[in-house]
Structures are given as C-alpha cells and as structure tokens.
C-alpha cells in the first residue's frame, strides 16, 4: 500500500463537509508554505490559504465533495471529486462541479492544484450569462 494513502483519506475527510470544517486545522494537512492554485487564484503560505478558505466558506450554505477516483504515488496525488455548494448569491439551489485536485506531498502537502470548470460552476448559474454560456456550448458541440 501506499505511504501517502492515510494521510488521503484525513484529507479527504477533512473536506468531506468544508463548510463545516475547523479551518485552524489546515496547518496539519497542509505545508506553511503551501502553494495553491484553481482557476481564479494562486496563493502562497498557510496563511493565506486560511483567509482564502474562510472568505470563501462564509456564505456557503452547503460545500461537499463526493470522491469518485484517484491515482496516488509516493509523493503526489490526484483526486478526482465532484464539488455539491449552495450559495446564496448563485440562488441557493445545490450545484454540482466535477474536478480534479492534483496534490504534491511530503510531510505534508506542498502544492496543490484544482482543475474545475469555471462556467460550470459560476456563470452557467447567473441568469443571463449562463444562457449565453449553454448556448455557446451547444454550438461548439455541433
């Protein structure tokens, strides 16, 4: 088995329920100097990381990840998930995005990269930019 397969599974334990998680405990998932990256923001240090995790969690009524695969070697990881939050300012409704978190690891971990995609998650949910968003994908299909 694995080395890093435990510590995966309190990662994602941990993340099971975010809105619902302890964000003083990231320091014990994750390196002081963490780098992370997804499809708006790069951010530096463990710090940071906090702000960014309780900024976000503030208005969510409901964030969970359902995990569907991964691949995992001594020092990496990918995830493969699938993302359930309720926003208020995205009308409140359960909304569901597929991604895929790539992980480096060490004693803990030291970069982490979520692959989503955006429209999916934000302006297919906004009235007039999401009918816009679905039919330029319907065009780019046929």
Known sequence: MNSNK???????DYFKVLH?????QLGSIYDDRIVFKDP???IRGLVELEDYFTSMCADLSDCRFEYL????NDDAAYI???MHFKHPKL?????SVRGVSHLKIAEKIEYHEDFYDMGAMLYEQLPLLGNVTRWLRLRLAS
């Open 6 to 12: 435990p510590f995966l599974v309190r990662f994602k």
């Open 40 to 42: 708006v923001h790069e």
């Open 69 to 72: 695969d991964e691949l995992v």
């Open 20 to 24: 619902d998680s302890d964000l003083s």
């Open 80 to 82: 493969k998930w699938l």
């Open 91 to 95: 009308g409140n409704r359960l909304i």
